[in-house]
């Protein structure tokens, strides 16, 4: 473990730095699909976006499915999947988890709308990959969210109340015995399944998209960090070896939107949080004896989420959230790696999955979740750009939402009025973070406070009230992956 976690961030040229889901991808590729084009010189296109992940890359697609002849440009700073799109967790989950926070963003109508295309989203992962002939581990196997304490029993009731009440019955009940035969831990203690989530190879999915935008003819620039956006009409996207003018850009940029100027006034809208995993050996025999073998993705209902999921030869990818903050968004190359962070998960691993403590931890890594107040994205225009358009604040559940995100901001692109672009969510952000420094000074001692309450709980303890109400001021965006808690 030690020589895993002691490495710095990922290079483009350096596999061994990547996430598990790219080591295991990338050496699979023919050399003419693995080929990275860098930009260089002047160039010209209709729309150029920034960013080869899921979002930027379901963005093209649409676009090209929309009008064949437009020209699209995709600049990626790494290569396309090297961000956040080929290192997270590979659950694929729809919004129905929030639809309560849907209705209030985007009114009862739009938002059960909403909720229903993000489930479709999930399906179609499935259905593009099979169209398109690229395989990312497509298991239409559901989600358990579950209580690994007795303080986390029923944080999904409000959840469950929520769709429920507006008729829409997703969420199934678990007993104990069943929470623990499915997800395989004897730390289990009740939960809830939904059956509309699905798992796949994150990176797998990242370059089987590339792929797709390829063949519609789509350009992708790999390797070419965009160094600015010049305003002008056309504008001008500059990175170190070259230059696209466009009369559209859209920026994909997940946690690192706000690094470009024009984007300064989202700094407020999200708070940029790591979250680490790890990867066991492969052990399928002892992963069958715990009785997880249905492929479901599994959480827990900590603030500092547990979230894993199995793999086809046996393994366990275990994550947590909440790890380091960003001040002023600034991400760091521990964001791609934190020792002690990585050790952490580990040991919260073992703990769940006893039967798991001998088996050797193989790979590690992390990377950056950009979070917003409301636990949702939003999109809208640049302030004062008419043809600069983004997209951000998927907070750690962006796998299939991309989808339904990219339709929103193709939508924006082609200057349609649609039910896409008058939606809620294209309205910009809803609610903002403190400023700084208050936001990071404020979320280092919550976060503190955070981690110490569910230490006590997870010794089945209750912490002090002090430290329960510290813990509390802490909003559903900060550390959670996936739903909101209620709050105490």
Known sequence: ?????????????DLARRSFWLQETLPAEPPELAQVRRLSGAGRADVCILGGGYCGLWTAIFLKEQEPSLDVAIV???????????????????????????AKVCGEDDGAWIAEQSAASVRK????????????DYVHAGWLWVASAPAQLDTWASTVEETASRGHAIFQPLTREEAQQRGGSPHYLGGIFDPTAARVQPAALARGLRKAALARGVRIYEESPVVAVEDGRPLTVCTRGGAIQADTVVSALNSWTVGLPQFHRLRRAIVTISSDIVATAPDPARLADTGWTGGECVSDSRLMVHYHRTTPDGRIVFGKGGGQVAFAGRIGDSFHLHAELCRRT?????????TFADVPVTHAWGGPVDRSMTGLPFFGRAPGHERFFYGVGFSGNGVAPTVTGARILASLALGKDDRWTQCGLARGPKQLFPPEPVRYLGALVVKDAVRR????????????????????????????????????
């Open 453 to 488: 309450k569910e230490a006590y709980e997870d010794a089945g303890k209750e912490a002090p009230a002090l430290l329960a109400r510290i813990a509390a001021l802490a909003p559903a965006g900060y550390f959670k992956v996936g739903p909101k808690q209620p709050k105490p």
């Open 346 to 354: 580990v040991r919260s691993l073992q703990w769940l999955y006893p």
């Open 1 to 13: 473990m030690e020589s895993l976690v002691s490495m710095s961030g990922p290079g483009p040229s």
């Open 125 to 136: 992962l499935g259905e593009f990959a099979a169209e398109e002939g690229f395989d990312c």
């Open 76 to 102: 990626e700073a790494d290569i396309c999947g090297g961000g956040a799109s080929g290192r997270n967790g590979g659950f694929a989950l729809s919004w129905w988890s929030k639809l309560g926070t849907l």
